[in-house]
């Protein structure tokens, strides 16, 4: 299993309409290095759902459900989600960044990416910061 974080503008598409509609198509990514991601992505892989934008924080995870498809024209691809479980605290941009586990996370090094690689070492330290009472 691998890990990966997705972001989303939440006022686009957040966690509150994953959950609503149970699953969805991970669609509209437009970055090679993103879409290169999501083809590497297999069925029962775990995503944390990070809202970009005003927020700036892990949310929630999600589970792949089926692996990538075309999105348009190519190279551009997809992937199905399905809502697992919100995080108990969100986990800000800026408690990743002090986070010394987290110095090399892909996503703080690429900040525009939306699609980006989760180590283990790096999931277990976020769903650590998020179980940790507020």
């Known amino acids: 299993m691998a890990y990966w974080l997705l972001k989303t503008e939440p006022d686009s598409?957040?966690?509150?309409?994953?959950?609503r509609d149970?699953?969805?198509?991970?669609?509209?990514?437009?970055?090679?290095?993103?879409?290169?991601?999501?083809?590497?992505?297999?069925?029962?892989?775990?995503?944390?759902i990070y809202h970009s934008g005003a927020q700036k924080a892990a949310v929630g995870v999600a589970e792949v459900t089926r692996t990538a498809q075309a999105d348009?024209?190519?190279?551009?691809?997809?992937?199905?989600i399905a809502a697992r479980h919100p995080l108990r605290t969100p986990v800000t941009l800026g408690g990743m960044k002090t986070t010394p586990a987290l110095?090399?996370?892909?996503?703080?090094?690429?900040?525009?990416?939306?699609?980006?690689?989760?180590?283990?070492?790096?999931?277990?330290?976020?769903?650590?910061?998020?179980?940790q009472i507020s």
Do not use: C, K
């Open 13 to 19: 598409y957040g966690w509150a309409d994953l959950v």
């Open 22 to 48: 149970g699953e969805t198509e991970w669609t509209g990514v437009r970055n090679h290095t993103a879409a290169a991601h999501l083809r590497a992505m297999a069925v029962g892989d775990l995503a944390m």
């Open 72 to 80: 348009g024209a190519a190279p551009w691809v997809s992937v199905a």
């Open 103 to 131: 110095a090399g996370m892909a996503m703080l090094r690429q900040s525009r990416l939306s699609v980006s690689p989760v180590t283990p070492a790096e999931w277990a330290a976020i769903t650590g910061l998020a179980d």
